[in-house]
């Protein structure tokens, strides 16, 4: 299968401060990424939907200007989240395909611990 | 809307025995069905799929078969190793090929040696 990397796997930052993480396809190119969340022991909530070269889709309750999303690339998509709170702490996980695939393929993840 | 109901886990089992976890799902047209399956700390891994109905998804001893009639994908294994042990997310894409996937809850899996 097609491999997705996503960057940093963990990540502890302070409240106030910004994080951002990173989704790459490393062979292929991805003309849609999308965004999770995972809370503990829970599924996974779509949060936005990007193609490349153009705005996110943000899905209904997902604030687009607390998570930023850039799809700079064919190969690169990054989320932001601003101003990070305790609350905003979550396992974060990014998916990517070609819209000529059936399925998508997920980065390893990312744990981010807002302190 | 589309929408995914797995068994409320968790399920387990001793080493060699059969696994089922049963999936349903409601969506207009015609869904293609996946199962992934997420290993402690780590992302989600496809581990097979079914486009239509009737078809068999297959993988690792895993199965599972696209019902129509019964709008389910359940997950089968004949004998489940302790390595099985994870959560397993039953998932769907709408028709449209979007590529967005609406997941079940997911079901823990632990298997005893």
């Known amino acids: 299968g097609a491999v997705v990397s996503q960057h940093p796997s963990w990540v502890i930052c302070k409240s106030g401060t910004s994080v951002k993480i990173e989704c790459r396809s490393l062979d292929f190119q991805a003309t849609t990424m999308f965004w999770y969340r995972q809370f503990p022991k829970q599924s996974l909530m779509l949060m936005a939907t990007?193609?490349?070269?153009?705005?996110?889709?943000?899905e209904q309750g997902v604030e687009k200007d607390k998570f930023l999303i850039n799809h700079a690339s064919l190969t690169l998509s990054t989320l932001t989240v601003t101003s990070a709170h305790p609350e905003d702490s979550s396992f974060y996980i990014c998916s990517a395909r070609d819209d000529s695939w059936i399925e998508a393929f997920f980065g390893q993840g990312t744990r981010l611990t807002v302190v | 809307g589309n929408s995914v109901t797995q068994m409320e886990g968790p399920v387990t089992l001793s080493e060699e025995a059969f696994l089922t976890i049963n999936c349903t799902y409601t969506?207009?047209?015609?869904?293609?069905l996946f199962w992934y399956v997420q290993y402690p700390g780590e992302g989600l891994q496809l581990l097979l799929k079914a486009t239509k109905a009737d078809d068999k998804g297959s993988n690792k001893g895993f199965e599972a078969t696209y019902r129509k009639e019964t709008t389910s994908f359940h997950l089968e294994k004949g004998s489940v190793q302790v390595s099985d042990s994870a959560v397993y997310f039953c998932a769907l894409t709408g028709s449209g090929n979007t590529g967005k996937l609406i997941f079940g809850q997911g079901t823990t899996l632990q298997v005893k040696p």
């Open positions: 990007s193609n490349e070269g153009s705005k996110a889709t943000y």
């Open positions: 969506a207009t047209g015609y869904p293609s």
